[in-house]
């Protein structure tokens, strides 16, 4: 069996992905969000644990383990993270450079991700401007433009990654 982080940002597709790798098989932690202020529950969710979700593609058993994205669950980074066969970091088109580097820097700390499979995964690819993907690049990790809600587009990059890991 393979195992393969998803990590990045909050808000960043990474749930969306899990969820869309093998529908009927996803583990989740989403949470309704709280407003500070006003103490109700707001409409939007986050991940508050860690996510998974597992399919078998071309006699290979991959499982995916979702991060969520908050520095303060930090801890949980580098308990489930520190022995993969693959990363996958997702990072919103918006996203700043110091966004997509924060993952990449603590997950280079191990010694799998010398020899894991890497893909840095541009999600809301109808913002991204090619400024913007020049500047993803300059981070090293091999760019793919992905809607993590299009189940589709997440099979498709299954079959890929199915072929390298």
Same mark, same amino acid.
């Given at each position: 069996? &393979?195992?393969?982080?998803?990590? %990045?940002?909050?808000?960043?597709? $990474?749930? @969306? ?6 529908? #009927? ?7 309704? +969000? ?5 103490? #109700?529950?707001? *409409?939007?969710?986050?991940?508050? %644990? ?5 399919? &078998? ?11 969520? %994205?908050? #520095? ?10 520190? &022995? ?7 990072? *919103? ?7 997509? @580097? ?5 997950? @280079?700390? !191990? +010694?799998? !991700?010398?020899?894991?499979? $890497? ?12 400024? &913007?993907? #020049?500047?993803? @690049? ?14 589709? +587009?997440? $099979? $498709? !990059?299954?079959?890929?990654?199915? %072929?390298?890991?």
């Amino acid at each position: 069996m &393979k195992k393969v982080i998803v990590c %990045g940002p909050y808000n960043a597709g $990474k749930t @969306s992905f899990i969820k869309n790798v093998n529908p #009927e098989e996803f583990v989740g932690t989403e949470e309704n +969000e709280i407003d500070i202020e006003s103490l #109700e529950a707001l *409409p939007t969710t986050t991940t508050v %644990g860690v996510e998974i979700n597992s399919v &078998k593609i071309k006699g290979k058993e991959i499982v995916f383990i979702g991060l969520p %994205g908050q #520095e303060k669950f930090d801890f949980i980074w580098e308990t489930v993270g520190s &022995k993969f066969d693959g990363i996958l970091f997702l990072v *919103p088109s918006t996203a700043t450079l110091r966004d997509a @580097s924060l993952y990449i820097d603590f997950f @280079s700390q !191990f +010694e799998s !991700f010398k020899i894991a499979f $890497k893909r840095l995964l541009v999600t809301y690819p109808e913002k991204l401007t090619s400024s &913007k993907k #020049e500047t993803f @690049s300059l981070l090293g990790v091999p760019i793919k433009v992905i809607d993590p809600t299009q189940q589709e +587009e997440v $099979k $498709k !990059f299954l079959e890929e990654l199915s %072929g390298e890991i």
